[in-house]
């Protein structure tokens, strides 16, 4: 049975703007895009990480623009040829305050889970497992929990599989909740990183002599970190973040692309891969229609077309400005709104509704001095890496785009507010 | 908009808007849940607009859970669910965001929420955090990964000043009436909200503010919250003597005896009743006199003096058969009761209690008769 929505009311599910795609969703409303980076990284990993190098490339993209769906279709493109192993870093750690020790004991624990899940470790030699299960359970002990943590070592190879995916679960909770606990392993790896490269090393091997296909961490929620720390995650510690012998993708927040020690940032990783917005002009403002088209595409291939008014499908189009999260939202919120006022279809006052939903949005987050900035660039259509740009691209109002070279525009629901309030 | 039955057809402005009904649309219909942001001005009004989304919802489950500064976790909601319908629908209210900040770390709640996103999608419920104009702002900015992920933002601020100052007069006006566990909650919320609302407006009078501190330490005394109702009481004490109100003086020294009492502090609780009984007699607060005495009767029977302790609730119960109060006769009564009992004089106990049962059963109050009376009276009618 089809998911897409054939009521209103299927919508408001249907058009969730929490969750990315996945799984049957993935297969059935995913809409490729131009510009989409995901055929070249694919490339990339498959004639190069195949090849035994261990491939590790940065991938930006707006908040909303589709980065987690982009990522989630790449694995599925990927998955039998890499081990992939997906680390959502905001499941385990506050992204906020994250740190380089926070991403490598991410990956390791992540690491170790799908290893087991898969039956990968579980299948490989016995004694490699023992001292992996040896070092971690002195780990905790000596380290985190204390001499109060006494667990019997496990007695055969099959029991091995159970105990480490418990204290990859203990290690989880406790890691992911107690400051204490994350202070502690942060020094640790800080003097140990080395052992934990070579551990996490190690299982890499052992998957590749069972199942034989290379590691591939994909790595999100490094991107959703302020610019600040992600600087110094990754200038400060490129080296820890790129040592191991696995292929990886980190996220990478799109105002650091911008910033003026991005070449010096990324020298140490293979290539910095963009999702663009889609657009809905050219930098010369001449309609974009392949743009447009795809954004269409996007709702129509979740929406049965009586539940849209055509004239009200162009508005939506033209106000999410290309970005795909807003595109979703604001679906649901027309859906919403036409729902509430007793009618069956999405009608042109819905989208004009949510619209001015967002725009309260832009206005409250807005600052006076952000609107003069906003209609120069909306002139200029030119990106830089002034830290008052960066601001404008993390909150949305200015948009990135791309052609051949990187350009940028009000986003369209804010427009006509900047316009007025700069005249 | 078409509205359930259940709601009634004449409803304020701040119900009858588009946003109800467009929140409730979308609580019923988000199979998978949704994050929603309600704005508020008021916690009059968002008192009744949850009570309103309750019927629109129903039969969705509805929780609501406050934050504070010891609890700043918006994932520990989930604690206040039975874990068997944890990974059920649920449409769950989320207060205080903005409030359990503290001056010393003003963005921790945002990064707490922040912080929790995937957390917080792993389950079904309509999530409806209520904010005001200046926490949706500081949402925005501290908590984008969470804002950039909600379904809406539904506006239940008031923008008429009269209609605004009717709302919260229509509370800070009344008695606090507890009638259920849940009200405990829910009004210590809303009244430590009002008090927020009406303290951070030039020229309010300083009486209502005190009285406010008064109704917020009762409901935290009531809640075992003795430290923190302690705090509002000696505040309610000084808002009191600034605004020259004796009456919310007295009121105040008797509830600061009352804690001081129920902490077993019974030198400064007669004190504190001492100083109170003085002021209400200067400003001839009736019952407020009677209240003292009953509360002194309680500590004397507690130290044994039985005598003492009967005379108090006598004087207590002359007071309110003057001024016609049915349910603080039914307080005196069992405990003239209690002090017959404590001689062993089990059928002058019984008749007491009769007599209390009788004034409360003729108030419409027999659930008390049977919460406190019903033991004494079998008790009494066992003893020879």
Same mark, same amino acid.
């Given at each position: 049975?089809?998911?897409?929505?054939?009521?209103?009311?299927?919508?408001?599910?249907?058009?969730?703007?929490?969750?990315?795609?996945?799984?049957?969703?993935?297969?059935?409303?995913?809409?490729?895009?131009?510009?989409?980076?995901?055929?070249?990284?694919?490339?990339?990993?498959?004639?190069?990480?195949?090849?035994?190098?261990?491939?590790? /490339?940065?991938?930006?993209?707006?908040?909303?623009?589709?980065?987690?769906?982009?990522?989630?279709?790449?694995?599925?493109?990927?998955?039998?040829?890499?081990?992939?192993?997906?680390?959502?870093?905001?499941?385990?750690?506050?992204?906020?305050?994250?740190?380089?020790?926070?991403?490598?004991?991410?990956?390791?624990?992540?690491?170790?889970?799908?290893?087991?899940?898969?039956?990968?470790?579980?299948?490989?030699?016995?004694?490699?497992?023992?001292?992996?299960?040896?070092?971690?359970? !002195?780990? &905790?002990?000596?380290?985190?929990?204390?001499?109060?943590?006494?667990?019997?070592?496990?007695?055969?190879?099959?029991?091995?599989?159970?105990?480490?995916?418990?204290?990859?679960?203990?290690?989880?909770?406790?890691?992911? +909740?107690?400051?204490?606990?994350?202070?502690?392993?942060?020094?640790?790896?800080?003097?140990?990183?080395?052992?934990?490269?070579?551990?996490?090393?190690?299982?890499?091997?052992?998957?590749?002599?069972?199942?034989?296909?290379?590691?591939?961490?994909?790595?999100?929620?490094?991107?959703?970190?302020?610019?600040?720390?992600?600087?110094?995650?990754?200038?400060?510690?490129?080296?820890?973040?790129?040592? *191991?012998?696995?292929?990886?993708?980190?996220? *990478?927040?799109?105002?650091?692309?911008?910033?003026?020690?991005?070449?010096?940032?990324?020298?140490?990783?293979?290539?910095?891969?963009?999702?663009?917005? /889609?657009?809905?002009?050219?930098?010369? !403002?001449?309609?974009?229609?392949?743009?447009?088209?795809?954004?269409?595409?996007?709702?129509?291939?979740?929406?049965?077309?009586?539940?849209?008014?055509?004239?009200?499908?162009?508005?939506?189009?033209?106000?999410?400005?290309?970005?795909?999260?807003?595109?979703?939202?604001?679906?649901? !919120?027309?859906?919403?709104?036409?729902?509430?006022?007793?009618?069956?279809?999405?009608?042109?006052?819905?989208?004009?509704?949510?619209?001015?939903?967002?725009?309260?949005?832009?206005?409250?987050?807005?600052?006076?001095?952000?609107?003069?900035? +906003?209609?120069?660039?909306?002139?200029?259509?030119?990106?830089?890496?002034?830290?008052?740009?960066?601001?404008?691209?993390?909150?949305?109002?200015?948009?990135?785009?791309?052609?051949?070279?990187?350009?940028?525009?009000?986003?369209?629901?804010?427009?006509?507010?900047?316009?007025?309030?700069?005249? | 908009?078409?509205?359930?039955?259940?709601?009634?057809?004449?409803?304020?402005?701040?119900?009858?808007?588009?946003?109800?009904?467009?929140?409730?649309?979308?609580?019923?219909?988000?199979?998978?849940?949704?994050?929603?942001?309600?704005?508020?001005?008021?916690?009059?009004?968002?008192?009744?607009?949850?009570?309103?989304?309750?019927?629109?919802?129903?039969?969705?489950?509805?929780?609501?859970?406050?934050?504070?500064?010891?609890?700043?976790?918006? &994932?520990?909601?989930?604690?206040?669910?039975?874990?068997?319908?944890?990974?059920?629908?649920?449409?769950?209210?989320?207060?205080?965001?903005?409030?359990?900040?503290?001056?010393?770390?003003?963005?921790?709640?945002?990064?707490?929420?922040?912080?929790?996103?995937?957390?917080?999608?792993?389950?079904?419920?309509?999530?409806?955090?209520?904010?005001?104009?200046?926490?949706?702002?500081?949402?925005?900015?501290?908590?984008?990964?969470?804002?950039?992920?909600?379904?809406?933002?539904?506006?239940?601020?008031?923008?008429?000043?009269?209609?605004?100052?009717?709302?919260?007069?229509?509370?800070?006006?009344?008695?606090?009436?507890?009638?259920?566990?849940?009200?405990?909650?829910?009004?210590?919320?809303?009244?430590?909200? /009002?008090?927020?609302?009406?303290?951070?407006?030039?020229?309010?009078?300083?009486?209502?503010?005190?009285?406010?501190?008064?109704?917020?330490?009762?409901?935290?005394?009531?809640?075992?919250?003795?430290?923190?109702?302690?705090?509002?009481?000696?505040?309610?004490?000084?808002?009191?003597?600034?605004?020259?109100?004796?009456?919310?003086?007295?009121?105040?020294?008797?509830?600061?005896?009352?804690?001081?009492?129920?902490?077993?502090?019974?030198?400064?609780?007669?004190?504190?009743?001492?100083?109170?009984?003085?002021?209400?007699?200067?400003?001839?607060?009736?019952?407020?006199?009677?209240?003292?005495?009953?509360?002194?009767?309680?500590?004397?029977?507690?130290?044994?003096?039985?005598?003492?302790?009967?005379?108090?609730?006598?004087?207590?119960?002359?007071?309110?058969?003057?001024?016609?109060?049915?349910?603080?006769?039914?307080?005196?009564?069992?405990?003239?009761?209690?002090?017959?009992?404590?001689?062993?004089?089990?059928?002058?106990?019984?008749?007491?209690?009769?007599?209390?049962?009788?004034?409360?059963?003729?108030?419409?109050?027999?659930? &008390?008769?049977?919460?406190?009376?019903?033991?004494?009276?079998?008790?009494?009618?066992?003893?020879?």
């Amino acid at each position: 049975m089809g998911m897409k929505a054939t009521t209103l009311a299927d919508a408001i599910t249907v058009f969730n703007p929490r969750e990315p795609l996945v799984g049957k969703e993935l297969v059935e409303f995913y809409v490729d895009r131009p510009g989409n980076p995901l055929e070249r990284m694919k490339i990339y990993l498959q004639g190069i990480g195949l090849r035994g190098e261990p491939v590790k /490339l940065l991938f930006s993209g707006h908040r909303g623009s589709g980065k987690s769906t982009e990522l989630n279709k790449l694995a599925e493109a990927l998955k039998n040829q890499f081990f992939i192993v997906s680390v959502n870093l905001s499941k385990i750690v506050n992204v906020s305050t994250l740190t380089y020790q926070d991403i490598l004991m991410g990956m390791a624990l992540a690491l170790y889970r799908r290893a087991e899940e898969s039956d990968a470790v579980a299948r490989s030699p016995a004694e490699a497992i023992h001292n992996v299960w040896k070092e971690a359970v !002195s780990f &905790l002990r000596d380290k985190i929990y204390g001499p109060a943590f006494a667990l019997r070592p496990p007695a055969s190879p099959e029991e091995v599989t159970l105990k480490v995916s418990i204290w990859v679960t203990e290690l989880e909770t406790k890691y992911g +909740l107690s400051a204490d606990a994350r202070q502690k392993l942060a020094k640790y790896i800080d003097a140990h990183f080395d052992e934990l490269h070579a551990k996490m090393d190690l299982i890499a091997s052992l998957v590749w002599s069972e199942i034989k296909r290379p590691v591939l961490f994909i790595i999100e929620g490094t991107d959703k970190t302020d610019i600040a720390r992600a600087k110094e995650i990754f200038r400060d510690h490129t080296y820890a973040l790129t040592a *191991f012998r696995a292929a990886v993708i980190y996220t *990478f927040p799109i105002e650091l692309a911008y910033s003026g020690d991005f070449k010096q940032l990324t020298i140490s990783f293979n290539r910095h891969f963009s999702l663009p917005n /889609l657009r809905l002009t050219h930098r010369d !403002s001449a309609p974009d229609v392949e743009g447009v088209a795809h954004q269409r595409e996007i709702v129509e291939c979740r929406l049965a077309a009586h539940l849209i008014e055509p004239d009200a499908l162009v508005l939506l189009v033209q106000a999410c400005g290309g970005v795909v999260l807003l595109l979703i939202r604001m679906t649901q !919120s027309a859906a919403v709104y036409a729902l509430s006022r007793g009618a069956n279809k999405i009608e042109i006052e819905d989208i004009r509704s949510a619209i001015a939903e967002e725009r309260s949005d832009f206005i409250r987050m807005l600052k006076p001095e952000q609107y003069p900035v +906003l209609a120069e660039r909306h002139n200029d259509k030119t990106l830089s890496s002034q830290p008052e740009v960066q601001e404008l691209l993390h909150n949305l109002s200015l948009l990135e785009y791309a052609n051949d070279d990187p350009w940028c525009d009000v986003h369209p629901v804010i427009l006509p507010v900047v316009q007025e309030r700069t005249r | 908009m078409s509205m359930p039955a259940a709601l009634p057809d004449n409803l304020p402005e701040y119900l009858a808007r588009p946003d109800l009904a467009e929140l409730s649309v979308l609580l019923r219909h988000a199979q998978h849940g949704a994050f929603a942001f309600a704005l508020y001005n008021t916690v009059a009004v968002r008192d009744q607009v949850v009570a309103a989304l309750r019927i629109l919802v129903a039969p969705l489950p509805v929780y609501e859970f406050t934050l504070t500064s010891q609890q700043r976790n918006p &994932l520990s909601y989930l604690e206040k669910l039975p874990a068997e319908t944890r990974r059920q629908r649920a449409v769950v209210f989320i207060y205080d965001l903005d409030r359990a900040n503290t001056p010393d770390q003003p963005d921790t709640t945002w990064g707490y929420l922040d912080a929790q996103r995937e957390a917080l999608i792993e389950y079904p419920h309509g999530l409806v955090f209520w904010l005001t104009e200046q926490g949706a702002t500081d949402a925005a900015q501290y908590a984008p990964n969470v804002w950039s992920r909600k379904s809406g933002v539904f506006d239940f601020k008031i923008e008429s000043l009269p209609v605004l100052s009717q709302a919260r007069a229509d509370w800070s006006g009344r008695a606090v009436e507890i009638e259920k566990a849940e009200d405990l909650e829910r009004l210590t919320r809303l009244y430590l909200g /009002l008090l927020e609302e009406y303290q951070a407006e030039a020229n309010t009078p300083q009486a209502l503010i005190a009285d406010l501190h008064g109704k917020v330490a009762f409901l935290l005394f009531r809640s075992y919250r003795h430290h923190e109702a302690v705090n509002h009481l000696n505040l309610q004490l000084e808002f009191a003597r600034q605004s020259g109100n004796t009456a919310i003086e007295a009121q105040a020294l008797l509830n600061m005896g009352d804690v001081q009492n129920f902490r077993d502090e019974r030198d400064a609780a007669l004190e504190s009743y001492s100083q109170a009984l003085g002021l209400f007699r200067a400003v001839g607060a009736r019952l407020g006199e009677a209240n003292v005495f009953l509360a002194l009767g309680d500590i004397k029977r507690a130290t044994g003096d039985i005598a003492g302790a009967e005379m108090d609730f006598e004087n207590a119960l002359k007071t309110y058969q003057t001024i016609g109060d049915r349910y603080s006769q039914g307080l005196a009564y069992y405990r003239i009761g209690d002090c017959a009992a404590d001689r062993l004089e089990h059928e002058a106990a019984l008749a007491f209690y009769q007599k209390a049962a009788s004034a409360w059963t003729e108030i419409g109050l027999s659930d &008390l008769v049977e919460q406190i009376l019903a033991t004494r009276i079998a008790e009494a009618m066992k003893r020879p």
